[in-house]
C-alpha cells in the first residue's frame, strides 16, 4: 500500500482473500485484478 500512496493512488479493494487460486481465478474470469506474488503466477500457468 505504501507504494500506492507515493504515487497518490487509492485502489478500490473490494476482495482480501489468502487463497491465491481464487483471486487467480477471479482475475482469469474478468472481474477484476490482483497483486500476486510471482511463485503463484508461475505455479498457475
Not at 2 to 8: I, M, N, R, V
Not at 27 to 33: M, R
Amino acid at each position: 500500500m505504501t507504494l500506492f500512496s507515493q504515487h497518490d493512488v487509492k485502489p478500490r479493494i473490494a476482495v482480501r482473500s489468502g487463497q491465491w487460486d481464487f483471486l487467480a481465478a477471479m482475475v482469469q474470469a474478468g472481474v477484476g485484478i490482483a497483486i500476486l506474488p510471482e511463485p503463484i503466477l508461475s505455479a498457475s500457468g
